[in-house]
């Protein structure tokens, strides 16, 4: 099966998924990759941090499941290979949500929220983004929002730490195929 966790930058996906990943021994996460640079204080495997070039040369070879400009970089999913029997988890923005319906219908899509956009934002800047990518950042939240609604995606309030990660491992489990 494969899991796609989107939502606007600063809402707390990473943090969900990694707790997600804690608690389900089944799910893979796929990592992204991003020619951004590295955030002060970011772990080092929170993306596969590449060069333009790099990116650009596994588009041409067909190594990515879903990519797409953001902001005033590139990001994309390599092709996963997880390890047998694992549920594949993809954290990323709703451009490549659509992408991965459109090659897997059966995708189980999920949009994760902040419970509204000063928290978005506080949450933003506390991770030390300067303020003009905050302000694009909130600016992108509001066209990832709609095109979410659109999608029909299902969405978690992230409010609340341990209430959004059981809520996903309760929508994973009914999700899941019967053994």
């Given at each position: 099966m494969i899991i796609v966790i989107s939502g606007p930058g600063g809402v707390g996906k990473g943090t969900l998924v990694d707790r997600l990943l804690d608690r389900d021994p089944n799910l893979?996460?796929?990592?992204s990759w991003t020619t951004?640079?590295?955030?002060?204080?970011?772990?080092?495997?929170a993306y596969v941090f590449v060069?333009?070039?790099?990116?650009?040369?596994?588009?041409?070879?067909?190594?990515?499941?879903?990519w797409a400009p953001f902001l005033d970089y590139l990001q994309g999913t390599p092709l996963p290979s997880p390890p047998e029997g694992s549920d594949i988890v993809l954290e990323i923005d709703v451009a490549g949500a659509r992408q991965v319906r459109d090659l897997f219908p059966d995708a189980l899509l999920l949009f994760v929220d902040s419970p509204d956009v000063a928290e978005q934002r506080r949450r933003l800047e506390g991770r030390g983004d300067p303020p003009e990518k905050v302000e694009a950042r909130i600016a992108h939240g509001v066209r990832e929002r709609l095109a979410a609604a659109e999608l029909g995606l299902p969405v978690i309030i992230n409010d609340d730490l341990d209430r959004a990660v059981e809520e996903i491992l309760d929508i994973i489990a009914r999700a899941r195929p019967a053994p």
């Open positions: 893979w996460l796929s990592r951004r640079a590295q955030r002060r204080g970011e772990p080092d495997d060069t333009r070039d790099a990116f650009e040369e596994n588009i041409e070879r067909g190594g990515f499941l879903e």
